[in-house]
């Protein structure tokens, strides 16, 4: 079977339509064929997002992008930083 990579936004939506779906007396294993994905993918967006609304979603996704901004200019400073060091050793 082909991988899929579903955002977070619509793994909640799915995680939505999942649980209205189960109230209504469908079992787990049929939610899951509904939604084309496996059992332990269930369980395992259910442990990570199960508890999350959109809002929460998007600031999640905000703060990993600074996050990441964050450790590139981390990454440059301590480029730099070396680089610094060796030529004032005189090692060039």
Known sequence: MKRR???????????????????????????????????ATYYNWRKQYGQMKLRQIKQLKAVQKENARLKKLVADLSLDNAILKEALSGNY
């Open 5 to 39: 990579f579903h955002k977070p936004e619509q793994i909640v939506k799915k995680l939505r339509e999942a649980d209205a779906a189960i109230a209504a007396g469908s079992t787990v294993e049929q939610v899951c064929r509904q939604l084309r994905i496996s059992d």
